[in-house]
């Protein structure tokens, strides 16, 4: 246990809306019953962009998308050597939600990254063991790094039954919007997804799904549309798209309050679905299988050290995933 | 088919949001497949307040609840002379919407005295065969009035399930909070209702329905939380209220836009749910078998002619059912 003690780390730190990759970072202690994890990669997700924009004041180190190797275990030995993906709320088990079986909404969690709870954008990250998941060994590190988006895009389906025959418009086709393109296209259901770049278009063709400009949604002729641009422009269409008695689902957060016309979603009886983290071991398996390729994402890589300019990289429009690697 | 021909009658007219009882309008003619009704009672309702207000922009005789007697029918001869309530949607059987079964949404409906279709306040009306339900024996009139809020109630019921653990919290207790309040209540839930008058406080407690004042509800604890009080202020109240994971029946119309914290409801997977009118013939069976008791809601009857003091005073703060005597 004792070789990570008091030893010094590389990570990207968060204060007061500002990032620094700094060096004399403490490498993590894991509790009883957590893991010391060695990041290999590392994603930025918007949530990340949205924290350098408070909203969430969040200090500490930033980054919740990673896969990495388990080096240190307060617990079952069984885990060091394992290459893992990690689910990032870190709850507490005994509250009335964990009780509930609904753990994602822990009163008492923090979110790896984002609440309390430094996360992966760094040499090393810690986890509780029950949070982790082993990543199969046919999956790579470029395909596993997209575990936990993808599992927030695979969470519509676990609150919402999608059926083949559905007509479904997926609002914003940036990094989430990708990967729940692609996860709903394997229902069979009549899908297009309204682009805003030919790149974004030319990477869903590849994944054969079909797309649509705005001017082309029509109105309330879908049953479900899923908003994933993070704009209030995007929920506004997705009013106007969605069909009485249809489904809105809500994916993106955005900072501040939103303008709506909540008549029409009495009048025209629509569900607006809250949507946020998913189940891990689906995403695993689909990608397993290969049914999925979110690898497609990827436009560049960067070194831990070079972090700030990667975030700055990442927060450009269109651009989609932007990967660290601490050990280069 | 010929005695009511030409002939005039006495009816509230609502135009560029002023209304006046006019004595000059003519009985309605039914079309093949519809029958005129001679109304007995009928009651005003927040959306007519709303239509006052511009909420749509409505011209011609207003009202949609009520009770009356067939006296002609273009069709089934069987129904003349029958006592009667009627749903309020006159659809056209052939839009995408009326096949897939959602006939409520359809796409060319008019809406007795909301959209395109003259309405109650009136000493007679006229609606679609299709759209009557004979009311039973033994519910007077002052309780028939009742089936359209009631179903409307009911509506709740139909689109999600509540079941009789659920801790269920309404906010608002006037004319539709009440019936919703009396109908959740069957369920066996938990069931509380946020009250802002004596009045209506002491109503629920005559049905069993127990009370909080706003600043009791607690925050984030409620399973299942119906907003009636057509403010944007009761639908704050209710993302602040709904526990992560809840859901938040939207069920009172209002004018204009609302801000909202959309990422409240992305972030704790709220579903919001839209829900407007409801099914007549379970509200006829519970008023059948006396489960539910609308009539206490009653606060004062008008003569037809006397319709713009009974539209000022149920206006007022508070102030629960008033009802419209075409008879007197």
């Not at 919402?160 to 229902?187: C, E, F, N, T």
């Not at 770049?197 to 799904?209: D, I, R, S, Y």
Request: aromatic share 4%; hydrophobic share 40%.
């Amino acid at each position: 246990m004792s070789n990570f003690e008091n030893q010094k780390m590389v990570g990207v730190w968060l204060e007061n809306r500002r990032l620094s990759v700094r060096e004399d970072l403490p490498i993590p202690q894991p509790a009883p019953g957590e893991a010391l994890i060695k990041v290999r990669l590392a994603g930025i997700c918007a949530t990340d962009l949205e924290l350098m924009r408070g909203y969430y004041p969040y200090t500490g180190i930033m980054g919740h998308e990673f896969v990495g190797e388990v080096v240190q275990s307060n617990g079952d030995q069984d885990w060091i050597g394992k290459r893992v993906v990690g689910e990032i709320n870190i709850t507490c088990g005994e509250c009335a939600a964990c009780r509930a079986g609904r753990s994602n909404h822990c009163e008492q969690r923090s979110v790896l990254g984002i609440v309390n709870a430094h996360g992966s954008f760094a040499e090393y990250t810690k986890l509780p063991l029950r949070n982790l998941h082993q990543v199969p060994e046919n999956v790579p590190d470029e395909m596993a790094v997209f575990t936990e988006p993808l599992a927030a895009a695979l969470r519509i389906q676990e609150q919402a039954h999608i059926g083949p025959s559905q007509r479904v418009l997926v609002i914003g086709a940036g990094r989430l919007g990708q990967l729940i393109a692609q996860s709903l296209a394997l229902s069979g259901c009549r899908l297009s997804v309204v682009v805003r770049h030919a790149k974004q278009q030319q990477l869903l063709a590849m994944c054969g799904v079909s797309c649509l400009m705005e001017e082309e949604t029509g109105s309330q002729s879908w049953d479900i549309v899923v908003e994933a641009t993070g704009s209030p422009d995007g929920f506004n269409l997705a009013l106007l798209t969605v069909r009485p008695g249809g489904m809105l689902v809500l994916k993106s957060t955005f900072a501040g309050h939103t303008t709506a016309n909540l008549s029409a979603v009495v009048v025209d009886e629509i569900t607006l679905l809250g949507s946020r983290c998913g189940p891990f071991a689906p995403a695993l398996r689909l990608m397993e299988k290969n049914l999925v390729r979110p690898q497609l994402l990827i436009e560049k890589r960067y070194p831990l050290n070079q972090a700030a300019q990667s975030i700055e990289y990442a927060a450009q429009a269109g651009v989609l995933k932007v990967l660290i690697e601490p050990g280069n």
